[in-house]
């Protein structure tokens, strides 16, 4: 589950994202988008194609946003004392407000684990969830894959980009690496440039 659940904690994150202007865009600000964003990741959600495509309500579409805060929160939290990211700093949820509705979102679905272990392979486990209703589902799966990221090694390659105008969390590949893309590393090599030519 571990590189799923990474994929889709952090794929859940990114739809707060620098909207290419200056501001901040949010894939899931229309119920059409937070459709698209479900029909993009319903394989790792488990959540049935006919829910990602005409099912998801307004109400579903608040509760989506409602857990992405808490996770926002959380990555926050792993990510310091470095600070976090800028598109959501001033209105971060408190840690055990966060806690708890990752927490309260996980416990929707039960799951019970399976071992399978094939003649020429070693053996591994298995989860698979209770019938639920898709909305459970779907915040059963982000809110396990996010404790299955923040318990594990990946939490500690977390990173806010802190480059100009970039609000996104992502995974340091190596040790070297500042921001989470080529083009943030450009804008911030620029931004440097002018400010040390610009002095205020």
Known sequence: ????SKDLSLALAATIRHDGSGG??????TLAGAREWVREHADALGVPSRFARF???DADREAIIQLRQAVRALFAHAVAP???SRADAHRLLPLDTALTRVNAAASRV????ELVWPASA???SHLHPAAAPPLDLLLAAIARATIAFLAGPDRELLRACTAPRCVRYFLKGHGRQEFC?????????????YARHHPT
């Open 24 to 29: 901040v865009a949010d894939d899931l600000d």
């Open 181 to 193: 893309k080529p083009s943030c590393s450009n804008r911030a090599r620029v931004a440097r440039h």
């Open 1 to 4: 589950m571990g590189e799923q």
């Open 55 to 57: 099912a998801l309500s």
């Open 110 to 113: 039960s799951v019970t684990p």
């Open 82 to 84: 470095a600070p976090p």
């Open 122 to 124: 070693p053996p591994a």
